[in-house]
């Protein structure tokens, strides 16, 4: 079956201050792979999706970037954080099964911006 | 225009009711079509596909009309643990990205 796992599950970061998310999927080949952003009260916001290794299509302007290194792996950096840069990241999977594609979520990292 | 739209709630309603949430999508191209449930302060999980000949899974119910472009989610004899958001997601064509709506917030009171 298929995993997904995020790490660290919360961050406290000061203003300023670099960021790296890692994502990693298991017992799938091949995934497209998404980072999202939910602020709180707030619905989801795609960041960055990525359907092969190094292929990374940014969705919304911002101080955030992306990489994907390895078919399952997925990273989510920032070398500055800003206060904005605060809120509930989720890293998702999908792929294509009886004629569509499905998505799946990781447990999120929660980070807070002081 | 927004994608996917829903009504964001709040729906409170009391233990055994049955509560039906509408969501509408603007690409007549949509083909795949989603409701997750999201608990506070956790990740987004798949409840069920919408068919097109809409599908049952125990007390939920997913409808699919697309003359209307909508989709619903009706839920019978609701249950204390069924209180969460109630997301509607569409996909075109298989494509790369997902529409979320906002979200309908469920309360279901003892």
């Known amino acids: 079956s298929q995993t997904i796992h995020q790490w660290p599950a919360t961050l406290v970061q000061p203003v300023g201050s670099p960021l790296s998310l890692e994502c990693t999927v298991e017992?799938?080949?091949?995934?497209?792979l998404y980072w999202y952003r939910q602020a709180a009260g707030r619905g989801l916001q795609l960041l960055f999706y990525s359907v092969g290794i190094g292929q990374i299509s940014s969705e919304v302007p911002q101080n955030l970037s992306a990489s994907r290194p390895q078919d399952r792996q997925f990273i989510l950096s920032s070398k500055k954080l800003l206060l904005s840069d605060s809120g509930f990241y989720l890293c998702?999977?999908?792929?294509?099964?009886?004629?569509?594609?499905?998505?799946?979520f990781g447990p999120g990292t929660r980070l807070l911006v002081l | 225009r927004k994608e996917v739209e829903q009504d964001p709630g709040p729906f409170n309603v009391p233990e055994g009711a049955t509560v039906a949430f509408n969501c509408t999508y603007s690409?007549?191209?949509?083909?795949?079509f989603f409701w997750y449930r999201q608990d506070c302060r956790k990740e987004p999980k798949l409840l069920m596909s919408v068919y097109s000949s809409g599908n049952e899974d125990g007390r939920f119910t997913a409808q699919l009309n697309r003359a209307s472009q909508y989709i619903s989610l009706l839920i019978r004899d609701s249950k204390l643990s069924d209180s969460a958001t109630y997301l509607c997601v569409v996909n075109i064509d298989t494509g790369n990205q997902f529409y979320f709506g906002t979200g309908t917030s469920l309360t279901v009171i003892p």
């Open positions: 998702a999977w999908s792929v294509v099964g009886r004629g569509r594609r499905t998505q799946y």
């Open positions: 690409n007549s191209a949509s083909q795949s």
């Open positions: 017992g799938t080949s091949n995934p497209n």
